[in-house]
DNA sequence: TAGATTGTTAATCGATTAACAATC
DNA sequence: TAGATTGTTAATCGATTAACAATC
């Protein structure tokens, strides 16, 4: 009865990772459609206000079902829950923080990731002086225990959120203890076998650079057509 | 003189978003090697290291100029030096948070930013707790006084570290005050003129979405293998 | 029924990879 | 010179866009 073995549906060819990352932006923006009471939506308006095409997002959702109805549009409600369902919204995860220093702590702190499913067990670092503090009713523990407790726990996602020159470390304890995936802060790159775990690198700071580099183009186009 | 008018130079073609975003990559490379004192490299060993291929290195970099030597590869220090003026290292950019919270304070703590030559000149907050005190040194101003504050300042960048809900509106106050780039941390997404304003969005929750949506690919990946 | 909008195939576009002559 | 590795062109791959029959 699942969406796959429809008529016309879906085969399991590898979804891009381009699509991946959409789904979210999906997810979110019918959320948003829900709380204003917004009960059906088509592929062109979505697109108008994600800023995609109506074509690309029709696509998108044709690799994991057929969600829509022609000549009617998409139900928020049900396409919402079927976003929900296929980025496992709510399905229980479990996640260490390896460095409490400040980005460590917003993570820990921001209340919105319990809601989604992602419960974060416990932080390490090796300052002494956090060691053994807590942070919202989660303890820091020394770095040094992280091996033992991964073994003791079962972890599916370690989050790290040190300098540079500790992470490849930290990562290979991370991987050896089990976990599926790395979400990754630190300025650095790992070079895992893709087997082996999966790693989203979070390039805060290089975000800025694409940033000031695609303001230098405009600006240079900008003065090329003035001449 | 400059590298773009050597013989089997570069033409001022649109250089992809693609390749903009692998440039801080290689300069964080880059500098790794100078600190441990390697003075050359090829594409070869720098794809390797940062997951990526030979090929794909020498067209990114022939998208600004010839800066490596047939035989021998690149010359670290020469190439750091050429990334680091392509990615506009150091010069100077002024900046302004909106958004005193938790996450806004860990962007303006951070101290490698000023050497990378992004000055966060101001917070702007509509909380009466956190307006007038200081941060790091820098004030938090009432948000009301923002549409001044860019009249009286020229600032680069915005940044928008708020919930989403007034994020738009916020965005249209920056862009009106003549921020040439925003740097939304916000989940939310804006429908400007590309022209006008150069937008660059970091989904933290996303990501880690994507990171859940990889692993269950996986975990399928190796059932279907293990039959 | 007429209008709307999907699901899906085909065409296009862009980015990555492969290959190799040029040359250090 | 022989070996290495670039710069660059051509081939491949993948993602986006366009188009349209199917159908609500």
Redesign the pocket.
Known sequence: MNSSDKQ?GVTDRKI????IKRLPLYHRYLCQLMRQKVDRI???KLAGELG?????I??D??YFG?????????NVKELHNEIAQIIGLKEQRQLVIVGAGRLGRVLIDYPDFKEMGFYFRALFDNDPELIGREINGKKIYNIARLEQYLQENRIDIGVITTPPEPAREIAEILVNGGVKGIWNFAPTTFNFDQEQVVVENVCIGESLFTLTCRIKEQIERVENILG
Chains 1, 2 share one sequence.
Do not use: D, E, I
């Not at 995609?52 to 690309?56: G, I, K, N, V």
């Not at 057929?66 to 998409?74: E, K, V």
């Open positions: 016309g891009p990772n381009s699509v088509s592929s062109q995609l095409t109506a074509s690309q029709r696509q959702l044709n057929n969600f829509g109805m022609r000549g009617y549009g998409y």
